[in-house]
């Protein structure tokens, strides 16, 4: 006759096996997590191509007032920073064929907080898209989407004038 076992039939093998199996799916999670967590912002664009004068001093820059105060001002700040002179007109003024015309436009997500989630500086000369820089900010677990603007806007103008590549911004912190 066989005597009933004291101890439990499950060797500690695979005990520790189904007492860790729940978490591994945690684990997992919590890794793909941190890793998508990690993109920062993707920059894309072509910089300024005008094949007979190059890039005029003076530009023309229009404003969009939902992004005067926060954007244009830092556009603005660059152009001084880089001895471009400039005027500034609202949208809806008839364009001259012979200027250089800068127009930004952009989108504001809100996770907890409003950021910038696209944004997009188009160069215009003689009624054709002469140049175009480009940010995309991931909604995803980053915080580097609430960081300050300008870094990012200075970055645009520094891939719309051909100081910059797309890549090299990009891989910037």
């Known amino acids: 006759m066989t005597k009933p076992l004291d101890r439990d039939p ?4 695979q005990k520790s096996k189904c007492f860790l199996f729940p978490y591994n799916y945690l684990l997992a999670y919590l890794l ?10 993707q920059y894309s664009g072509n910089p300024i191509s005008l094949e007979t004068s190059g890039v005029p001093s003076e530009l023309t820059l229009i404003i969009d007032p939902e992004f005067e105060e ?7 700040q660059w152009l001084k920073e880089n001895d471009y002179s400039y005027i500034s007109v609202t949208e809806g003024y008839d ?8 127009e930004f436009d952009g989108q504001y997500t809100r996770d907890f907080v409003l950021f910038l989630s696209h944004a997009e500086i188009t160069a215009y000369y003689a009624g054709n898209r002469v140049g175009l820089a480009r940010l995309w900010m991931p909604n995803d677990a980053t915080f580097t989407k609430y960081d300050d603007i300008k870094p990012k806007i200075y970055k645009l103008m520094e891939i719309l004038f051909g100081r910059l590549t797309p890549e090299e911004a990009t891989q910037q912190p």
């Open 95 to 102: 364009l001259q064929e012979e200027r250089l015309y800068l």
């Open 70 to 76: 926060t954007v244009i001002k830092h556009i603005k």
């Open 10 to 13: 499950m060797s500690a093998h």
């Open 32 to 41: 793909i997590a941190v890793l998508t967590g990690c993109k920062g912002p």
